[in-house]
């Protein structure tokens, strides 16, 4: 029987039944048309209800047994294999920099001829995929986790943030951290407060492609990252993806100030409001904003988070039902994300205001993304400042979050909360928003 890697259940009997393995060509008749493409693996958490196929276009296709009909092996692929060059050696005298992977794409490599994904990268393989590390730094690179970022969890914040505390202690020159970019925003910001003070830079990084395709913004990234993370001299947590759409510059954004704002593109991520923290081209850092902390500060890690808080993005007709049901799962913060300049509607107002009543602390952000918060200006707002809601500015509603969990994480409660909540700590927010 032939490889048929993460398929089970029904999926599993009908590939089986059909003679097909992974890598072959599949021709599968559906309710909607036929579709040809090469067998993938499914993932650890994948179900057994789909085939997922890699059509020619690149792109992968999960089809439901209830809309096949029919599978047929159209050609016999072989079985995936891959064996990494021997990694180059390091000149003598190098920074050194400590390379945690987590996952992501950034880890992930597929095979074009059969179509398989492999999960990830390992240690010496990253140094042999991208010789070019080599020459930059003295790379230790460690696997912490293997999984996509939607998996991450404020208990992988803690680990991370214990790790690079140790390796503080260890005297490396910087950490870079590789991280699947779906919330890759969210442990940077958890990460600012987790390590705020931190006398390195630390560099988070993700890939938008895997490493393997022509296309992909992943050897650059992690070049850039490494060489920020080896010789910048400043220090704190940092996200290094592509400047624009060209291969040739990476943005270097603040950890506490950066979104993912497109799905698919290089240059998905953006400083929100604030200039970007550095630019780095293939000469090294082309620009440096003034006033980033120096290398060499005393810090003492807070690295504990609490998940009793929750993240709510307003909707015309929401139904206070929800957050009654926030507060039933155990939050203790509420991050509202508002209309404009942070307004919700009266009955979920009502809800918050009971809410606070109980104990709770009620904040708000504003999906507008850019510009701050401002309840003064109308009635509903100043209603909400009455009943104690606290508004945030200009903070993003992602780092918001992950704040109220290290806020909580810290064991402040009250009015202690509230003012840590407040303040500004990793840069998170701005008394004004900066200009253009
Ligand atoms: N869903 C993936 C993740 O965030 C996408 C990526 O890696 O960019 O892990």
Redesign the pocket.
């Known amino acids: 029987m032939g490889d048929l890697s993460g398929y089970k259940g029904a999926a599993l009997r009908l590939l089986e039944g059909a003679g097909a393995a992974v890598g072959d060509v599949l021709e599968v008749r559906t309710a909607w048309g036929a579709v040809t493409g090469t067998l993938v693996p499914r993932y650890l958490y994948g179900d057994g209800e789909h085939v997922v196929l890699k059509l020619k276009s690149g792109y992968n296709v999960g089809l439901s047994l209830e809309d096949i009909s029919e599978v047929r092996v159209s050609a016999k692929g072989e079985k995936p294999s891959f064996s990494p060059p021997p990694p180059p050696e390091s000149p003598e005298g190098l920074p050194r920099v400590l390379v945690i992977g987590t996952?992501?794409?950034?880890a992930s490599r597929i095979d074009y001829r059969t179509g398989a994904v492999r999960p990830a990268v390992t240690s010496d393989e990253l140094r042999s995929l991208v010789p070019e590390l080599s020459q930059v730094a003295r790379v230790d690179p460690e696997i912490m986790f293997d999984?996509?970022?939607?998996n991450i969890a404020p208990s992988h914040w803690t680990k991370l943030a214990r790790r690079v505390a140790r390796a503080v202690g260890e005297e490396v020159d910087g950490v870079v951290i590789t991280?699947?970019?779906?919330?890759?925003g969210y442990t940077a910001a958890a990460l600012s407060f987790a390590l705020a003070g931190v006398p390195i830079p630390v560099v988070l990084v993700?890939?938008?492609r895997s490493p393997d395709r022509p296309s992909s913004d992943a050897p650059l990234n992690l070049i850039a990252a490494v060489s920020v993370a080896a010789t910048a001299n400043f220090s704190g947590v940092y996200v290094a993806m592509h400047l624009n759409e060209s291969d040739d510059r990476i943005a270097i954004h603040r950890g506490t100030r950066v979104r993912k704002n497109h799905t698919s593109r290089r240059d998905a991520f953006e400083s929100v409001d604030v200039p970007l923290a550095a630019v780095w081209g293939r000469g090294g850092l082309e620009h440096v904003a003034e006033g980033l902390p120096p290398r060499g500060r005393e810090f003492e890690p807070s690295v504990r988070f609490d998940e009793g808080a929750a993240l709510l993005k307003f909707y015309p007709s929401m139904p206070g039902a929800l957050v009654r049901a926030a507060r039933r799962s155990g939050a203790k913060v509420i991050i509202m994300e508002g209309t404009g300049l942070g307004h919700v509607s009266e009955e979920v107002a009502k809800e918050l205001k009971s809410f606070i009543r109980s104990g709770g602390m009620a904040c708000m952000t504003s999906q507008c993304i850019r510009g701050r918060t401002d309840l003064s200006v109308y009635d509903t707002g100043r209603d909400l400042i009455h009943m104690g809601v606290l508004q945030l500015g200009d903070m993003l509603p992602e780092t918001a979050l992950a704040k109220a969990m290290w806020v909580l994480g810290t064991g402040a409660r009250g009015e202690k909360a509230r003012k840590l909540m407040a303040e500004d700590l990793a840069g998170e927010t701005t008394a004004r928003t900066f200009p253009g």
Do not use: W
């Not at 996952?103 to 950034?106: A, L, P, S």
């Not at 991280?179 to 890759?184: A, N, Q, R, S, Y």
């Open positions: 996952g992501g794409t950034i999984i996509m970022s939607e991280h699947g970019t779906d919330t890759l993700g890939a938008q």
